[in-house]
């Protein structure tokens, strides 16, 4: 006598749905990849930040000087009876932006004389650190006596100059 064989479907579990073997892969690769793109936008963000740069120039008082005596002879300033009492050393310079936003303060150096026979012209450097790069032009006023416009190319070079009088 012939036994009967079990039906395989009546002893086998209840059938699980079938999942394509390529979903795992493609799941772990979609990962990978986005993580690799948030890292890679991370890193090169912070690469495309315009570094911040330090302006520096001349500020030249042509008229109303007056020599003193501060660290050494030939050292000169503003001549508070001619109006340019304000141009002294440490006196203030702002950058501004190209949207006339505030960017950095800086100051006024030692003002020294180019003619050692006259009291003029006295010429000032100037000093600002920390100016973020990144603007078309920039604008630099000495002590609230207006602004003078550089290139922002005039300016990473240290080739700002300005006069008065």
């Not at 073997?21 to 890679?40: C, D, H, K, Y």
């Not at 006339?100 to 650190?129: E, I, R, Y």
Request: proline letters at 7%.
């Amino acid at each position: 006598m012939m036994q009967r064989m079990p039906d395989q479907t009546e002893n086998s579990d209840p059938a699980r749905p079938s999942r394509p073997r390529w979903i795992v892969p493609l799941a772990a690769l979609v990962i990978v990849g986005a993580a690799g793109a948030g890292i890679a936008v991370a890193m090169s963000s912070s690469d495309d930040k315009p570094k911040a740069f330090t302006l520096h120039g001349q500020f030249v008082l042509n008229a109303h000087a007056t020599t003193a005596t501060f660290d050494s002879p030939g050292d000169c300033i503003g001549y508070n009876g001619g109006g340019t009492g304000d141009i002294v050393p440490n006196a203030s310079v702002t950058v501004y932006d190209a949207d006339g936003k505030v960017v950095a303060q800086g100051k006024l150096g030692a003002g020294k004389l180019l003619d050692t026979t006259s009291s003029v012209p006295c010429k000032f450097s100037v000093t600002v650190p920390d100016v973020p790069g990144g603007s078309k032009f920039y604008q630099v006023e000495v002590s609230n006596r207006g602004k003078v416009t550089v290139t922002s190319a005039d300016a990473k070079a240290g080739r700002f100059a300005a006069s008065l009088g």
